[in-house]
Structures are given as structure tokens and as C-alpha cells.
């Protein structure tokens, strides 16, 4: 691919566009980052486990506003990467439904040709509890 900053560049890129779209509903620049075949992978809910497509990824995303009406507040702790992922650990705020929500994350992206080939969430246990 490219050498390792730019990868990370890319990748810090594409998390703003996602931290975005979950804050305000326009996922498309986020969308526009993901190679034709991504994958993703999530804990909990409808699309647990490993999904493929970006269709699949977009009527994931297209949820987001239902369990979150006021949208969700991302701040980065800390990233990790080597070579071909990136790995953001977040907290995240805001409203579920119609409670206080915060939690605690890991999102990964895999990188391959300057485009997210893969998305993995995973999810403070509490939540996945549903405590």
C-alpha cells in the first residue's frame, strides 16, 4: 500500500467522517472511504457478528438515529496501529433513547489500497448486557 503515516492519516480521516456521522447523520462521507467489499463486525443488535457490503454497512449506519436520536459524541483516547490497522479506543456520550448513555469502545479499521476494507466495533459489556 503506502508507508505506515500515510495509513494512519487515512485512517484518522476516515474516523472523523464516521465520529461525524454519528453525531449528525451524514454517513456518506464515511461511506465513500469503504472499499466495495468491506466487512464489518459488531457485538450486539441486528447486525451481530461479521456483515459484508457496503449496502450492509449503510443500512447498519442508517440505525444509528433510531437507538441514538440525538446522535453520539466520540472523544479518542488512544489509537494503536501497525502496518494495515488502525485501532481507536473512544468514549462515547449521548442519549439512548431516551436515557444518558456512555460508553466505552475499540474501532478498527483495516486498510488496503487507501480505503477501509474492514470495521470492527467492540462494545463495553455492560451494554452488550443490557444493563
Not at 454497512?57 to 502496518?83: C, D, H, K, R
Not at 490497522?85 to 466505552?104: A, K, L, W
Not at 475499540?106 to 462494545?123: K, V
Request: negative net charge; charged residues 15%; glycine residues 10%.
Amino acid at each position: 500500500m503506502t508507508d505506515f503515516q500515510e495509513i494512519l492519516n487515512i485512517a484518522q480521516a476516515a474516523f472523523a467522517d464516521f465520529a461525524a456521522g454519528l453525531a449528525n447523520g451524514d454517513w456518506q462521507p464515511f461511506l465513500d472511504r469503504l472499499s466495495n467489499d468491506v466487512t464489518f463486525w459488531f457485538p450486539a443488535g441486528p447486525f451481530k457478528g461479521h456483515n459484508q457490503g457496503k449496502e450492509k454497512i449503510a443500512a447498519f449506519l442508517a440505525m444509528v438515529p433510531q437507538v441514538f436520536p440525538g446522535g453520539l459524541t466520540l472523544e479518542v483516547v488512544q489509537i494503536t496501529s501497525n502496518a494495515t490497522t488502525v485501532v481507536f479506543e473512544v468514549r462515547s456520550t449521548g442519549r439512548m433513547g431516551s436515557e444518558p448513555y456512555e460508553n466505552q469502545a475499540a474501532i478498527a479499521f483495516d486498510l488496503r489500497d487507501g480505503q477501509i476494507c474492514a470495521y470492527r466495533e467492540y462494545l463495553g459489556v455492560v451494554f452488550q448486557l443490557g444493563q
